[in-house]
């Protein structure tokens, strides 16, 4: 028993780690933005076009992932993956165009695209079925240190040495972790101590399809689909690109100050993610309320940064972006919420259909955003009006969204019934 404990913990700071990196890079261009600009003269359009190429490959490694994650296990998928990402981080520090930017983020998407739902899986067969949500909301906790480091430690690092030698050093550092990954990790406990764990599924095409056309006949799928591409789309598109630009532009930060008010949006995601987690599982006992509340909070926080003018206090930006973070700490319950509409079998492929519009979102906003503001203001893209434009579509998908979830169906109150029987 104490060694399945140890080794649980042990496999958990192992995965852990690898999503602290893929949290990383995916933040990663919002504060290096005006070495990008100073270095290879880019545009708007090819600032989201590179940081959107990351979640495009994100989004599509999904497909093929949910096929295999429950067959062959997350261990061999994440390691292989993994080294996919050092890869990505080498081409990207020696990038010298649009082309070759955008192809090492595409690397980088296509390389951590199992970090999160890999880590889920593991939980899932390490940890149990009623401690879901906890564990998984310490996992976006432990994994928000790497939105920490992509702020003011980056901002630092820069300076320091230098966009690209930062990227190689991040690569070398991703090479060590997978290897670690790949000594510490085992797919599954030989002795469970929470009940029986299904064997891994077949990799037949036909049964696949199947899965996946069992998944996509459920009503609640469509909703929490579209929670998650709403939810973590927008978060991650202020967080990964515009929060920076509109800082640094509108409301006339430095780096610095800017990397410091992300730093704060970071630390309440930290917050917010365990503390979400513990009022579904423990406290409320409830999935759709905690949910309408953390998607209508941080509506609320936007339609707030909306309206600020230039010089706004920096006290009162940290707050607001804190609380933005804290009620996106929301998003993992989505996870939770659709793995119990489905067989434990069928976890991964659950996960995985999820997050696939989790991944499709933030590119869909990052792109769509620019564009927008782009096509509304085209002398001033980067102004006080085209992001007040922006941050108002961005709390009416919000506010939609919170309408919707009310249509799914509460979960939580059945699986604990089912478990109660079984004991």
């Known amino acids: 028993m104490k060694w399945i404990i140890s080794r649980r913990w042990a496999i958990f700071l192992a995965a852990c780690l690898l999503f602290v990196l893929s949290q990383f890079y995916r933040a990663s261009i919002a504060v290096i933005t005006p070495d990008l600009i100073s270095d290879l003269g880019l545009d708007i359009h090819a600032l989201s076009l590179i940081s959107a190429s990351f979640f495009y490959a994100f989004a599509v490694m999904q497909i093929p992932m949910s096929m295999y994650l429950d067959a062959i296990g997350p261990r061999i998928v994440m390691t292989a993956l993994s080294l996919l990402g050092v890869a990505g981080a080498l081409v990207f520090a ?3 165009s649009v082309g070759t930017l955008v192809a090492g983020r595409l690397l980088l998407g296509a390389g951590t695209a199992c970090s999160l739902m890999g880590t889920l899986k593991l939980i899932t067969l390490w940890f149990g ?8 909301a310490l996992v976006l906790s432990f994994g928000t240190l790497g939105n920490m480091a992509a702020a003011t430690p980056l901002v630092l690092m820069v300076q320091s040495i230098g966009w690209r030698m930062t990227f190689v050093v991040f690569a070398g550092i991703n090479f060590l972790l997978t290897m670690t990954f790949f000594v510490v990790v085992r797919d599954r406990p030989k002795d469970p101590d929470h009940g029986e764990i299904p064997e891994a599924v077949s990799t037949d095409l036909r049964e696949i399809l199947m899965k996946l056309l069992n998944l996509f006949r459920e009503k609640d799928y469509w909703i929490i ?3 998650t591409f709403c939810r973590y789309g927008i978060f991650a598109a ?5 929060a920076g630009p509109y800082l640094m532009t509108v409301i006339g930060t430095s780096p610095v100050a800017a990397g410091n008010v992300l730093l704060c949006m970071s630390i309440g995601l930290i917050i917010g993610s365990p503390v979400c987690g513990w009022l579904s599982d423990v406290v409320f006992r409830n999935r759709k309320g905690v949910m309408i509340a953390g998607l209508s909070g941080m509506g609320l926080m936007l339609a707030v940064l909306a309206f600020l003018p230039p010089g706004a206090n920096l006290t009162v930006l940290s707050v607001l972006f804190f609380g933005f973070g804290f009620f996106s700490g929301v998003g993992l319950i989505v996870y939770a919420h659709i793995k119990e509409r489905m067989p434990v079998q069928y976890a991964g492929t659950a996960m995985t259909g999820v997050n696939f519009f989790t991944m499709v979102g933030v590119a869909v906003f990052l792109q769509g955003l620019g ?3 782009q096509s509304l203001y085209p002398g001033e ?5 085209a992001f007040k434009a922006a941050f108002l579509v961005c709390a009416a998908c919000l506010a939609l969204t919170s309408g919707l979830y009310f249509f799914t169906v509460e979960t939580i109150g059945k699986r604990r019934t089912a478990e109660a029987k079984k004991q």
């Open 238 to 242: 202020v967080q990964a690109l515009w």
């Open 371 to 373: 564009s927008l503001m």
């Open 225 to 227: 689909s579209l929670a």
């Open 381 to 385: 893209a980067l102004g006080a009006p």
């Open 129 to 136: 079925p009623l401690r879901f949500a906890t564990i998984s």
């Open 94 to 96: 020696f990038g010298d």
